[in-house]
Structures are given as structure tokens and as C-alpha cells.
């Protein structure tokens, strides 16, 4: 398969900068999954120790990607502890 690949690159070289932003894209994809599956607080790995994990977050903890408008500082919290 490579050396398919490399065949048509270099009778294309047209194909490079295009494979490079899929290759590029794919590669940011799964960084952004596996930034979900390991830092969202919705995702529960360990049922047994820690089964509700978004219950013992801190409320000025930041764990969204990007927050705008939003200033995780000066939050207070705004329900009962369990």
C-alpha cells in the first residue's frame, strides 16, 4: 500500500499538500476524542472508586475546550454538596 502510495506521489506531486491536511486533520480528530474521553467529566472510566465524578469537581474548574465569555474564577457554586 505504501509503495502504491509513494508511486503516485511522484508521478502526482500535486497529492502531497492534501495528503499532508489529512493526515494533519486525522491527527487532530483523535486528539480531540481522546481529550474527551479522558478529561470530560461526564465520562465515567471508574465506576467502582469514583462513580460520579462531576459531583467532586470544583465549580471554578475550566473543563470545557474553549469558554468565550465565561470566567471560571469567579464562580460560586450554585447547589448542595453530596
Known amino acids: 500500500m505504501l509503495s502504491t502510495m509513494g508511486k503516485q506521489l511522484k ?3 500535486a497529492l502531497i499538500p492534501l495528503l499532508f491536511f489529512i493526515a494533519g486533520g486525522a491527527a487532530m480528530s483523535m486528539g480531540y476524542l ?3 474521553a479522558l478529561r470530560n467529566p ?4 471508574d465506576k467502582k472508586n469514583n462513580p460520579e465524578p462531576w459531583n467532586k469537581m470544583d465549580p471554578t474548574h475550566q473543563y470545557k475546550f474553549y469558554a ?8 460560586k457554586k ?5
Open 34 to 36: 481522546a481529550r474527551l
Open 68 to 75: 468565550i465569555n465565561v470566567d471560571y474564577s469567579k464562580l
Open 78 to 82: 450554585q447547589g448542595p454538596d453530596f
Open 11 to 13: 508521478s502526482h506531486p
Open 42 to 45: 461526564d465520562v465515567c472510566w
